[in-house]
């Protein structure tokens, strides 16, 4: 039998092996972010990187890229996604897009040893920190310090509910590098040295699957606010204290997690996506009404001006619950975003390759948040999708048919091409 290995089966065998780290039983990973398991994650890619001619480098919030020099001097094309994942969440969610960005990287480089490609531009792919925000407030930590958007001492001294800083937990994964990886042999590249920046995902939608397309060129974001809304009532006994006297926390967050959920009965379906997602309630104990229930509320809309009805209903739906509740209700607005746009000349350009490759393609938004939401900002940026089955996301469920996902790795390897040679 002839057991020799294509580009298809390496991606494949590689995806299989990284998804041993964190595996859970149902199927999926956890290895939120500086975890052990994400630690052993990014020990694993490193290893990747090295085995593969790439010199793998780590800047101040834990980014880790994987660099080859084609052009001395130039900028990069920068490819990338993130390792980390939710709590029992699936295998694809950022860690395809790394692992695809590793083979079309290693693949054009490749191409350019053998003097087949004319490099404008050198290369890099990127393990982003902290994408997911489970462990460590705020999300897309790691590229939100690369582009300048959140402080770097800021970051490093954020902690999570056991009171762990990013840089301990960040420290806690050094250890002596391997025998296939030189120490220090690579700086990490700044912001100032990427030209271009390029992603693939899987979809966390159903969009492609339902219609028949394989790939998404992302051209937009929903916009989105999210918020911290804090109710402070007062502790007192579950079964002495009246009805009437009590000044439940809980209570009033129930009342916020409802009219969250109705908020979205208040306009044509598809149009408000509402959710409270986070939940701390202080003593927690079962003999005591809380005196202090805290949450995380997130509303999303493809429509700017939906979002800013909701918000206002927001305010004044989280005011009744206190009201009601006979608590104090306080709504905090933590990130906001409007509808923002990819480049279209990096829609274009992706279209440009579809084609090429004979691959069906529609233009999409994209709902979730991803690193390449804070790239698109700074540097010219393509945004891809494949189908996710049944749009299952955040859930060891999740899952990506494999010619689908090696659809991708081939587009995308298309894509970097063209990028690295000046398109």
Not at 194 to 221: M, S, W
Not at 294 to 300: A, E, F, G, H, S
């Amino acid at each position: 039998m002839d057991t020799q290995m294509t580009p298809a089966t390496d991606f494949l065998q590689d995806f299989a092996e990284m998804s041993r780290h964190g595996a859970t039983p149902g199927g999926g990973v956890d290895r939120q972010a500086a975890t052990p398991e994400d630690h052993a994650t990014r020990a694993w890619f490193g290893d990747w990187l090295a085995r593969h001619g790439l010199a793998e480098a780590v800047d101040g919030i834990g980014n880790q890229f994987g660099c080859v020099t084609l052009r001395p001097g130039a900028p990069y094309v920068l490819v990338g996604s993130h390792l980390d994942s939710q709590p029992l969440a699936g295998r694809y969610d950022g860690a395809y897009g790394v692992l695809a960005a590793a083979h079309a990287v290693a693949a054009v480089a490749a191409e350019a040893g053998n003097g087949d490609l004319e490099p404008r531009y050198n290369l890099a792919v990127v393990n982003w920190f902290n994408e997911e925000g489970s462990r460590f407030t705020p999300s897309m930590m790691g590229s939100s310090v690369f582009t300048g958007k959140l402080d770097l001492e800021r970051a490093l001294a954020t902690t999570d509910a056991q009171g762990t800083s990013v840089a301990a937990a960040l420290a806690s994964g050094t250890a002596p590098e391997s025998e296939t990886r030189p120490a220090g042999a690579e700086t990490a590249p700044g912001l100032a040295e990427v030209a271009r920046y390029a992603e693939i995902h899987v979809e966390q939608g159903r969009v492609l699957e339902e219609t028949g397309t394989q790939i998404g060129l992302v051209d937009r974001t929903w916009a989105a606010a999210k918020y911290r809304v804090t109710v402070r009532g007062a502790q007192s006994h579950t079964g002495s204290t009246r009805m009437h006297e009590r000044r439940d926390a809980l209570y009033g967050a129930a009342l916020v997690i409802a009219g969250v959920r109705e908020l979205t009965e208040e306009f044509d379906p598809g149009l408000l996506h509402t959710s409270v997602s986070e939940l701390y309630v202080l003593p927690n104990s079962p003999v005591t009404i809380a005196r202090e229930a805290t949450m995380n509320v997130d509303l999303r809309s493809p429509d700017e001006s939906v979002l800013a009805r909701a918000m206002d209903r927001l305010e004044a739906l989280v005011r009744t619950a206190g009201e009601r509740s006979a608590t104090d209700a306080k709504l905090e607005p933590t990130h906001r975003w409007g509808l923002l746009s990819y480049q279209p000349e990096g829609v274009e350009l992706a279209r440009r390759s579809a084609e090429g490759l004979g691959l069906s393609h529609r233009r999409v938004m994209t709902v979730a948040g991803h690193d390449s939401t804070n790239m698109k900002d700074v540097v010219p940026t393509v945004m891809l999708f494949v189908p996710s089955v049944d749009g299952i996301s955040h859930n060891e469920a999740e899952y990506t048919r494999d010619e689908d996902a090696l659809r991708g790795v081939e587009l995308l390897t298309d894509v970097v091409r063209r990028l690295c040679r000046g398109e």
